[in-house]
Every structure is written in structure tokens, then in C-alpha cells.
């Protein structure tokens, strides 16, 4: 009858432990979350400095290398302000080239300018000599021819003169007289006359053509001196406008040379500079703090005492009914067994 006490008892004691056990694995889990918390603060503390350290190289990465393009894109502007002011020192240097060499081809042109000059000056100085050659020339020959004409015409006369005398002479000579013979006579002297007249009248008429073309030779001659003058001034002239057209040529060169320099090169726009990279804040890990320890787990159990007076009240009640029991034939010992 005292089963219900051991039973108790028993159950408590199994509470009680289960109690101990559920207590030392809250406490073990307690110790290991706690742990592991700080595990996990450690291992965030430490993932924090390696995301500063990479951050920090990254950022040191791209400043050496806004640092590097700055100093390539200094280098480019440099070697392109170089290339400029040498393509403008060249452009100087060519055009003064050329202003000199057109300077010279300028020169070089008056010479053989000058040289074409002299050349048809005394092409006409020529000329003109050769004219007044050719006048002197013609007005001597026919001065020559003048004299011979009027020693010709004297010669002519003469004999005309001589002939009318012989024929005077033979008629005289002759012993007639009268009046037929000085008729004969007068007419043999006049014809003699007349013969010289028409040789007088030829000499004049070829003096007075010799006159016309001395009168002819002049005029050519001066029409020729006109021309030649007339040449001389045009060839003169065309000097004049072709050493303006050198004049003029060298102009244009020279403008087209100073033309070809280049404008001064000015200084490229400035290249920024590179600016630091700003830092990025970072919050500190917050640190773990330890959570409340655990309750303890109490068992709930149960009072054997009054579990034994249970088991008294269960006696008492079947000693009422022993009776009824024993009626019914049977024994203590069978409902014993019976339990």
C-alpha cells in the first residue's frame, strides 16, 4: 500500500534530475552563445580592418593612378605646346626663307632684266648708226652722183661748145661768105645752144631729183630715228612694267610666305589637378554585451506524504469491503496478487 510514495519519490527524483540536466544545458548554452557572440564580434572586428585596409588600397590605387594619367596628360600637353611652337618657330624660319630667296629671285630677275635692257638698247644704238650709216651712205653716193652728173653735164657742154666751135671753124674754113654762111654759122651755134640748154635742164632736173631724194633720205631718216625713238622709249617702258611686275611678284610671295606662318601658340587650358579621395567613415562593431544568465528550472514534484495518506485512505476504504471480499471468496492474498 505504500507504492504511491515510492512512486513519488521516485518521479521526483527523475524531475529533479531532468530539472539539473535542462539547467546544466542552459548554462552550457548560455556559455556558448556568449562565446560565440564574442566569436562573431571578433570575427566582424576583424572582417572591419581588412574592408578598411582594402578600401584604403583601393582608394591609394586610384589616387597613384588619377596621379599617373594627370602626369601622362601633363606630359602630352607639354609635348603637344612643344610640337606647336616648333611647327610655329619652322613656319617663321620658311617664310623668312622664302622672303630671302624671293629677294634674290627679285635680284636675279633686274639682272637679267638689265641685261635684256642693255642688250636691246644697243640693238637699237646699232640701229641707229646702222640708219645714220645708211644716210651717210646714201647722201654721199648721191653727192658722188651729183658731182658726176654736173662733171658730166660740164663734159657734155663742153663738147657741145668744142663741136659748135669745129663746126664754126669748118664753116669758116670753108671761105663762104655772106649771108648763107653767118646763117650757117648762127645756126650751128645755135643749136650748139640749145644742146647745151637741154644737157643744163637735164642736169638740173636730175639735181632737183637728186634734191628729192636727199629730201626722201632725211625724211627716212628721220622716220627712222622716230621709230628707233619710239622703240627705245616702249622697250624703256616695258622695263619699267616688268620690274614692277618683279617688284610686284616679290610683294605677293612675300605675302603669301607671311601668310603661311602659323598663329603664335598659346598655352593649352590647364589640366586639374588630382584631388585626394575622400575617406570613408566606418562604425565601430558594436560590441556584445552578456545576456542574462538563464532561470533555473525548479522540478515539479510531488509530496510522498501525501501520497502515502492517499495510499492510507485507499487501505482504509478496501478494509470496509473486506467483507464483500471475503463473500465473494476471496482473500487478501489473491487481491494482493490481483494488484
Same mark, same amino acid.
Given at each position: 500500500?505504500?507504492?504511491g510514495?515510492?512512486?513519488a519519490?521516485?518521479?521526483n527524483?527523475?524531475?529533479?534530475?531532468?530539472?539539473?540536466?535542462?539547467n546544466?544545458?542552459?548554462?552550457?548554452?548560455?556559455?556558448?552563445?556568449?562565446d560565440?557572440?564574442k566569436?562573431?564580434?571578433?570575427?566582424?572586428?576583424?572582417g572591419?580592418?581588412?574592408?578598411?585596409?582594402?578600401?584604403?588600397?583601393?582608394? %591609394?590605387?586610384?589616387?597613384? !593612378?588619377?596621379?599617373?594619367?594627370?602626369?601622362?596628360? =601633363?606630359? =602630352?600637353?607639354?609635348?603637344q605646346?612643344?610640337e606647336?611652337?616648333n611647327?610655329?618657330?619652322?613656319?617663321?624660319?620658311?617664310?623668312?626663307?622664302?622672303?630671302?630667296?624671293?629677294a !634674290?629671285?627679285?635680284?636675279t630677275?633686274?639682272t637679267?632684266q638689265?641685261?635684256?635692257?642693255?642688250?636691246?638698247?644697243?640693238?637699237?644704238?646699232?640701229?641707229?648708226?646702222?640708219?645714220l650709216q645708211?644716210?651717210?651712205m646714201?647722201?654721199?653716193?648721191?653727192?658722188l652722183?651729183r658731182?658726176?652728173?654736173?662733171?658730166?653735164?660740164a663734159?657734155?657742154v663742153?663738147?657741145?661748145?668744142?663741136?659748135?666751135?669745129?663746126a664754126?671753124?669748118?664753116?669758116?674754113?670753108?671761105?663762104?661768105?655772106g649771108r648763107?654762111s653767118?646763117?650757117?654759122?648762127?645756126?650751128?651755134?645755135?643749136?650748139?645752144?640749145?644742146?647745151?640748154?637741154?644737157?643744163?635742164?637735164q642736169?638740173?632736173?636730175?639735181e632737183?631729183? !637728186?634734191?628729192?631724194?636727199?629730201?626722201?633720205?632725211?625724211?627716212q631718216?628721220?622716220?627712222?630715228?622716230? !621709230?628707233?625713238?619710239?622703240?627705245?622709249?616702249?622697250?624703256?617702258?616695258?622695263d619699267?612694267?616688268?620690274r614692277?611686275?618683279?617688284?610686284?611678284? %616679290?610683294?605677293q610671295?612675300?605675302m603669301?610666305?607671311?601668310?603661311?606662318?602659323m598663329?603664335k601658340?598659346?598655352?593649352?587650358?590647364?589640366?586639374?589637378k588630382?584631388?585626394a579621395?575622400?575617406?570613408?567613415?566606418?562604425?565601430?562593431i558594436?560590441k556584445?554585451?552578456e545576456?542574462?544568465?538563464?532561470?533555473?528550472?525548479v522540478? %515539479?514534484?510531488t509530496?510522498?506524504w501525501?501520497?502515502?495518506?492517499?495510499?492510507v485512505?485507499?487501505?482504509a476504504?478496501?478494509?470496509?469491503?473486506?467483507?464483500?471480499?471475503?463473500?465473494?471468496g476471496?482473500?487478501w492474498?489473491?487481491?494482493?496478487?490481483?494488484?
Amino acid at each position: 500500500m505504500i507504492f504511491g510514495w515510492f512512486q513519488a519519490n521516485e518521479q521526483n527524483r527523475q524531475r529533479e534530475k531532468a530539472a539539473d540536466n535542462q539547467n546544466d544545458y542552459n548554462e552550457d548554452m548560455w556559455d556558448f552563445n556568449n562565446d560565440e557572440a564574442k566569436r562573431v564580434y571578433k570575427f566582424k572586428k576583424q572582417g572591419l580592418e581588412i574592408t578598411k585596409r582594402n578600401n584604403e588600397r583601393n582608394t %591609394q590605387f586610384q589616387e597613384a !593612378m588619377s596621379i599617373q594619367q594627370y602626369d601622362s596628360a =601633363m606630359a =602630352m600637353r607639354n609635348y603637344q605646346e612643344t610640337e606647336k611652337f616648333n611647327a610655329w618657330s619652322a613656319s617663321i624660319s620658311q617664310a623668312a626663307e622664302q622672303v630671302s630667296f624671293n629677294a !634674290m629671285a627679285t635680284k636675279t630677275a633686274d639682272t637679267q632684266q638689265d641685261r635684256a635692257l642693255t642688250e636691246q638698247l644697243t640693238g637699237l644704238m646699232f640701229d641707229e648708226k646702222q640708219t645714220l650709216q645708211d644716210f651717210g651712205m646714201a647722201t654721199m653716193g648721191l653727192s658722188l652722183k651729183r658731182k658726176s652728173e654736173r662733171a658730166q653735164g660740164a663734159t657734155n657742154v663742153q663738147q657741145q661748145r668744142v663741136a659748135a666751135l669745129k663746126a664754126k671753124g669748118t664753116q669758116q674754113s670753108r671761105g663762104s661768105l655772106g649771108r648763107s654762111s653767118t646763117k650757117a654759122v648762127i645756126g650751128l651755134m645755135a643749136e650748139s645752144g640749145a644742146r647745151q640748154s637741154d644737157i643744163v635742164q637735164q642736169m638740173l632736173f636730175n639735181e632737183q631729183g !637728186m634734191d628729192l631724194d636727199v629730201t626722201k633720205l632725211r625724211e627716212q631718216l628721220f622716220l627712222d630715228r622716230a !621709230m628707233i625713238q619710239a622703240t627705245e622709249e616702249n622697250i624703256i617702258f616695258n622695263d619699267k612694267a616688268v620690274r614692277a611686275k618683279f617688284l610686284q611678284d %616679290q610683294v605677293q610671295a612675300d605675302m603669301n610666305a607671311m601668310a603661311n606662318i602659323m598663329t603664335k601658340p598659346t598655352a593649352l587650358p590647364p589640366i586639374p589637378k588630382p584631388l585626394a579621395l575622400p575617406r570613408p567613415e566606418y562604425q565601430d562593431i558594436l560590441k556584445p554585451k552578456e545576456p542574462p544568465k538563464p532561470g533555473e528550472v525548479v522540478a %515539479q514534484t510531488t509530496n510522498p506524504w501525501l501520497a502515502l495518506a492517499g495510499d492510507v485512505v485507499n487501505i482504509a476504504t478496501a478494509a470496509t469491503g473486506a467483507g464483500a471480499f471475503s463473500a465473494a471468496g476471496m482473500n487478501w492474498g489473491q487481491f494482493f496478487a490481483g494488484l
